[in-house]
């Protein structure tokens, strides 16, 4: 079993940063996709950023020029970079593996809250 787990939310004022890593236990020669997904109250989760094994990305339009996705080179610690964030950047985020074949794990997510 990978296990996934997020960390570096919090309360932040409009205009703000933070920054979100996220470590899964998993082989790194077998993950496909690391990715980060949202989930604001009464809204379905969605995609925010994901990065490829062969390092493409792929951003939500609401926060293109905003976030930017990193990994490390071994591919097991990926990184939310938010910058000039809004109040509708608000919610739980949850960091998502991808491993061979097609198995996702998920970590338990963690909170941002941004303040107007």
């Known amino acids: 079993q990978v296990q996934v787990v997020e960390s570096g939310g919090g309360l932040v004022q409009a205009g703000g940063s933070l920054r979100l890593s996220c470590a899964h236990s998993?082989?790194?020669?077998?993950?496909?996709?690391m990715g980060w997904y949202r989930q604001a109250p009464g809204d379905q989760r969605e995609l925010v950023a994901m990065v490829t094994r062969g390092g493409n990305t792929n951003y939500a339009d609401s926060v293109k020029g905003r976030f930017t996705i990193l990994r490390d080179y071994a591919f097991n610690t990926v990184y939310l970079q938010m910058n000039n964030l809004t109040p509708e950047d608000t919610g739980v985020y949850y960091c998502?593996?991808?491993?061979?074949?097609?198995?996702?794990?998920w970590g338990k997510g963690t909170l941002v809250t941004v303040s107007s």
């Open positions: 998502n593996t991808r491993v061979e074949p097609a198995a996702d794990y």
């Open positions: 998993g082989s790194p020669s077998r993950t496909i996709a």
